[in-house]
């Protein structure tokens, strides 16, 4: 069954430095999220993007936030200087350009830890 | 942010009986409404959904009820089996397809 995959599954990294989480959708689907669930809390919303572009975008997707389909399978997801509260795990998900388009899929996450 | 609002963090049920897992909302514009479910280091698992149009969905085991009037939706497992012990989460969606999520349900089935 196809699935939504991530990598890496653990990042940790240092304040100030920037990381890129990576993703590889489901391979017909068009539409690409990432979300993000800081422990404790909700999943929360932060991008959606489609034909190479930014649908939605919420608060927390400030301009230190970058997502980037660089080739026909990757997704990506920067952050360009990180704070202690990036710490979270971020999904990313996909659904297709169908009837069903409402189903998003989630991949397994990375989990982000922030020193 | 409250749209979405699962009451319940735990529920406990007895393999082979129902689990009924609740979830409130606030916003009338929501188009869907979807439950996903979620092991310990796994991203949540789509299950099953439902149009704002509709009042009921089945698919196997599963069954969602949505009263509009309550803005009130639940999710029946029947029979419930111990591989069903996870986080239910109750997500919304709007038209512009971003999922609201609530805090989630941990729902243990003993043997």
């Known amino acids: 069954e196809p699935e939504v995959t991530q990598t890496p599954s653990h990042q940790v990294t240092q304040m100030g430095q920037e990381v890129i989480l990576r993703c590889v959708p489901i391979?017909?689907?068009?539409?690409f999220y990432w979300y993000r669930q800081i422990l404790g809390q909700k999943v929360e919303f932060l991008v959606s993007?489609?034909?190479?572009?930014?649908?939605?975008k919420s608060e927390i997707f400030d301009d230190q936030f970058s997502v980037e389909r660089p080739d026909g399978s990757n997704f990506t997801l920067k952050i360009r200087s990180t704070k202690l509260e990036d710490s979270a795990m971020y999904f990313c998900?996909?659904?297709?350009?169908?009837?069903?388009?409402?189903?998003?899929?989630f991949g397994p996450g990375t989990r982000l830890t922030v020193t | 942010d409250q749209q979405v609002k699962q009451n319940s963090p735990s529920l406990s049920v007895q393999e082979g009986r129902i689990s009924i897992l609740n979830c409130d909302y606030t916003n009338s514009m929501f188009d869907y409404f979807l439950w996903y479910k979620k092991y310990p280091a796994e991203g949540p698992t789509f299950l099953i959904s439902?149009?704002?149009?509709?009042d009921k969905n089945e698919d196997g085991r599963f069954t969602v009820f949505l009263n509009k009037s309550a803005k009130h939706l639940s999710l029946h497992i029947v029979p419930s089996q111990p591989g069903d012990s996870a986080v239910y989460f109750c997500?919304?969606?709007?038209?512009?397809?971003?999922?609201?999520f609530g805090k989630g349900t941990l729902l243990t089935v003993n043997p």
């Open positions: 998900a996909s659904s297709a350009r169908t009837v069903t388009r409402y189903e998003q899929y």
């Open positions: 439902i149009s704002s149009i509709k």
């Open positions: 391979s017909n689907h068009l539409y």
């Open positions: 993007f489609y034909n190479n572009e930014i649908s939605e």
């Open positions: 997500a919304a969606l709007g038209s512009n397809y971003k999922l609201t």
